[in-house]
């Protein structure tokens, strides 16, 4: 089964950034919507940021609002999550997935990767 692939994950400072990228090889990649989840050590999978179709929608948790920016490539069939001002918080494991439309539960997505670590220290 396809899967997605998430990269760009590592070790950063507080105040640092990072850009995670997700590989999406999938044929029909434009004509779903992608969001951006994280889950830290004993806590539950939470929603960070999500992006319609075309790019023309975007939705962001609030812990992610004026820090996190996601946007897309349908040429290259890929979701990127732009971390900026990282704080110790946002240590978690971050896993992107498909959906049919930009929503923040977890249970609306249906294909998932196998996350990629970002660690904040202080």
């Known amino acids: 089964q396809v899967q997605l692939v998430e990269s760009g994950g590592g070790l950063v400072q507080a105040g640092g950034s990072l850009r995670l990228s997700c590989a999406a090889p999938?044929?029909?990649?434009?004509?779903?919507?992608m969001g951006w989840f994280r889950q830290a050590p004993g806590k539950e999978r939470e929603f960070v940021a999500a992006?319609?179709?075309?790019?023309?929608?975007?939705y962001y948790a609030e812990s992610a609002k004026g820090r996190f920016t996601i946007s897309r490539d349908n040429a290259a069939r890929a979701v990127y999550l732009q971390m900026n001002n990282l704080r110790p918080e946002d240590t978690a494991v971050y896993y992107c997935?498909?959906?049919?439309?930009?929503?923040?539960?977890?249970?609306?997505?249906?294909?998932w990767g196998q996350g990629t670590q970002v660690t904040v220290s202080s």
């Open positions: 997935g498909r959906s049919r439309t930009v929503v923040a539960s977890d249970r609306n997505y249906d294909l």
């Open positions: 999938l044929r029909t990649f434009g004509s779903y919507s």
């Open positions: 992006i319609g179709r075309s790019a023309s929608s975007t």
